[in-house]
């Protein structure tokens, strides 16, 4: 199985960018579904952006703003960050699940990395 460890995390302030990678390890990379999650605190987690092979998939509240590249050979998925907004403070969660039936939904991912933090200043 599949383990996932983010890094990119930081304070930027609004209106600038920032790229989040995802490294994946001990698994075969390419038959994973991928995406992210993000929690902030004191607010339930929610469900930012996701990949199948190429087709991709966001949250409304971070469409236009937020792309996620995805490199099998390099076996890392990352979430490129524009135009960041105060709301969009949180820790973020690289996770991933077998297939590429896409899902919104946190429990239908199986392997989860431990989080980066995001800190975005006004």
């Known amino acids: 199985q599949v383990q996932l460890v983010e890094s990119g995390g930081g304070l930027v302030q609004a209106g600038g960018s920032l790229r989040l990678t995802c490294a994946g390890s001990g698994g075969t990379f390419s038959r994973y579904f991928l995406g992210w999650f993000r929690q902030a605190p004191g607010k339930e987690r929610e469900f930012v952006a996701s990949i199948a092979w190429t087709s991709t998939y966001f949250a409304d509240s971070v469409k236009g703003r937020f792309t996620i590249p995805r490199d099998n050979a390099k076996n890392t998925v990352d979430l490129q960050m524009n135009s960041l907004k105060p709301e969009d403070t949180a820790v973020y969660y690289c996770?991933?699940?077998?297939?590429?039936?896409?899902?919104?939904?946190?429990?239908?991912?199986?392997?989860w990395g431990q989080g980066t933090q995001v800190t975005v200043s006004s």
């Open positions: 996770v991933g699940k077998l297939g590429l039936v896409p899902t919104t939904e946190g429990n239908d991912y199986d392997f």
